[in-house]
């Protein structure tokens, strides 16, 4: 079955002079405009991978480029332009995609950019997006566990830190004074299920935890030595900001790992910084 709005794989029918046309199922053969078409792409499989959306004239087309994102997903899109209809998003593709008004938040501005879902409307079957993000968040049991990596999409940055949207599923907050990097609205990080609290609300990190995250730090630390040729002017008397323009991390993490690098005589303290032991630097 044909999936508006996605990325099918479908059978080359007949070629014309115009393009080919691809086995729609029950919705008929579909065409694949010429300047899309590149025989060998189809000659040895007679399928093709193709993208199905509704044209200027409401006709399904097929197109072999790839919007910025596709339906059931969020993305951080530019207006290009405001009519009499609504709001019209640059998604990569010819035609763009349509924000009605009742799907706005506030009235859209050409030239900004805005969070919005991708949805296909049940009675017109044209794909649309949304900026009312709610409606489709926090509508599954949340079922992630503590430590579990999730990709995460930055919605905005409120007076405690980062609202961000999970696995395109749920809302989720990273907390300001856990961020040590720089995020804004639209990015598109990984993150860690740091806790699920008791109103199930999900507090997030960019970090991983416990032992597997002072490993990581430790390896990091490492590595940045070995940069440096041996030699860092970092150590526990510096400032949280200096250790988080080194490493990006807290300097609660910062210690922790040095105090492992320490025990393992990787490393050695000195009042000015830290200092790789020869032999690690050769290893």
């Known amino acids: ?48 991978d193709v993208f199905i959306y509704l044209d200027s004239e409401d006709r399904l087309i097929a197109t072999t480029e790839k919007p910025f ?37 506030q009235n859209m501005e050409e030239g900004k950019s805005y969070v919005v879902y991708i949805y296909v409307d049940n009675e017109s079957q044209r794909i649309a997006a949304s900026a009312k993000v709610d409606k489709f968040l926090d509508l599954t049991p949340i079922e992630y566990v503590d430590g579990e990596e999730v990709d995460l999409m930055i919605y905005s940055e409120t007076d405690i830190g980062f609202k961000a949207i999970i696995n395109r599923a749920h809302w989720g907050i990273l907390y300001k004074n856990e961020v040590f990097q720089k995020l804004k609205t639209g990015d598109a990080v990984k993150g860690y299920i740091k806790k699920i609290r008791d109103d199930n609300k999900i507090d997030l990190s960019l970090q991983k935890t416990g032992f597997e995250l ?64 020869e032999n690690s630097q050769e290893s």
Do not use: C, H
């Open 214 to 277: 002072m490993d990581e730090v430790a390896e990091n630390i490492l590595a940045k030595l070995k940069e440096k040729n041996g030699f860092i002017p970092v150590g526990d008397k510096s400032s949280p900001e200096t250790i988080s323009a080194y490493f990006g991390i807290s300097k609660k993490s910062f210690k922790k790992s040095v105090g492992l690098l320490y025990k393992k005589r990787l490393i050695t303290l000195e009042n000015e910084g830290i200092r790789l032991i």
């Open 69 to 105: 994102a596709k339906v059931g997903e969020f993305a951080f899109l530019k207006v290009a332009a405001v009519n009499k209809y609504g709001a019209f998003l640059d998604w990569g593709l010819p035609k763009d995609l349509l924000v009605p008004f009742r799907e706005q938040k």
């Open 1 to 48: 079955m044909v999936e508006i709005g996605r990325i099918n794989n479908l059978r080359v029918v007949k070629e014309v002079d115009f393009g080919v046309y691809l086995d729609g199922g029950d919705m008929g053969e579909i065409l694949l405009p010429q300047k899309y078409v590149v025989p060998e792409d189809y000659e040895k499989t007679g399928f093709l």
